[in-house]
């Protein structure tokens, strides 16, 4: 695991030079742990605390330099969380007192720091709590076997309220004063989460495979791992805005084949191909070959560039083939979104707003379903992530995804409540837009399961723009997920699958509503045309 993180750095320097550490998650210092099988952790406001389940014991920890100050006995038989109010620890045990095999009973207990006595003792308000933290007033814990975080009342236990846990194993947890922090063993990551709704605002990778204790130091975060054996300090928030990894090269060509089964004739054709360029996420290498040559390129008002083929005169029976084939550099990408840092919708700069923020008949702002569904997920939220990130949560909330045919109007998918991704997306962009928040949306050809695959399905997704981030990809057809990590990874994160062509608000002169390829064709009565296309993907290796 610690030569896969190295491997990554060394990564981050190829991509982006010597100032690339700073992004979240980010591998500060590391300690040796005391012992084997490491689990809660917490900070007292000067040293951190650490159990370890199979030593029964908790050990105080100079963050330092590592070294263990001393160490108290475990209230219990199966320490799996620690915090601390102000005072005293606080323990959770899933063994309640006694060391038998599967004998879940979840306890916490108050403990005295500098003797290990116990000074109260409650039922956990879970069988199996994994993970505690102390947000001031109350305690929180993990339910591991209902999925939630519950936070509690730590004089009796009774439960305050709970959340959705972010995934299926979520293990650690801490509060940083406003936002919970919670480790997932199964996946490799960490997370900051909402405490209000459970919403997974960023998504960090963790330091090692059973990331099990987390604790909040200043601007740091503290991760205890149980099969690399240290403890971790992590960076946050400490200036880089995303992180590329995991890049791939490809060779993608796009065939588009018209064909005239008459028994008229094709009086003309216009083919429009967008051309891929160069992206955050994607590099494009080398030259783009066409076969045949197109006519000319033309640009339409989004400022998307095609490859425009005008052919004339196709017989019936006559067919045309062209190939456009891109190679590219592609990278998994995940931006981290602070809330706080994100400008107003005053700061977005004019002739973003003036085109991003247009009208139409696709999208139709003013129509009372828009209108209404943008007042309830709305409300009175001003900042732009917020804002966005209601739209996106009541979008997935009141559409499931079906292929009807066709791509109907923003207020005419929702009052359905179902669509494609295309239309997912033009819902998306009606509320952005009514909500003052500019949208546009990306199409793409998509890598179907293994390198070399065919392609004939596609991809479209939305970018919005927020102050201070810029351009952020937001994918809601994606995101319509049950687990909250699933949603968030669709909220400013994009795989490395996808070859981007097409950028547009819509309505484009060329382009229309379409993306990766569009035609206008002049044939004469009755003539049955048919066009086809689809993209085949090859690794270089």
Known sequence: MLKRKRDLMVLLIILFGANAFAYTGEVVDSFKNPGNYATGLTFDGKYLWMADRQADLLFQIDPQ????????????????????????????????????????????????????????????????????????????????SGGKIIQFDPDDGTTIRSINAPSIDSRGLTYDGKYLWVSDRRRDEIYMVDPTDGSVIIIADAPGQFTRGLAWIGNNLWA???????????????????????????????????????????????????????????????????????????????NQSTAHYELKNLKAGESKTIHMITTAKLWDVRYFIFPDQVGTLEEIPKEISALYLQNNEKYQLNHPTIQDAVKMAVGNEENPYWIARNIFNYVIDNMFYKMEGGWNTAPAVLARGNGSCSEYSFVFISMCRAAGIPARYVGSVVIRGDEASMDDVFHRWVEIYLPDYGWIPIDPSGGDQSKPRDQALYIGGLANRFLITTQSGGDSEIMGWTYNSNEFIVTDPKTNVVVEYFADWEPIQ
């Open 65 to 144: 330099n590592g070294k263990i100050i001393r160490s108290i006995p475990s209230p219990g038989y199966w320490p799996t969380g620690l915090a601390w109010d102000g005072k005293h620890l606080w323990n959770a045990d899933i063994k309640g007192g006694i060391p038998l095999a599967e004998n879940y009973n979840g306890k916490i207990y108050k403990i005295d720091p500098e003797n290990g006595t116990i000074l109260h003792t409650v039922n956990a308000p879970t069988n199996r709590p994994r993970g505690l933290t102390w947000d001031g007033e109350y305690l929180w814990c993990i339910d591991e």
């Open 224 to 302: 205890t791992d149980s099969q690399e054996d240290l403890l971790f300090k992590l960076k946050v928030n400490d200036g880089e805005k995303y992180v590329r990894t995991n890049m791939r090269e490809e060779k993608i060509d796009y065939t588009y084949q018209i064909t005239n089964y008459g028994p008229g004739e094709v009086k003309k054709a216009d083919i429009y191909l967008a051309i891929p360029s160069n992206r955050l996420t994607q590099e494009i290498t080398g030259e783009i070959k066409y076969n045949p040559d197109y006519t000319n390129v033309v640009i339409d008002k989004w």
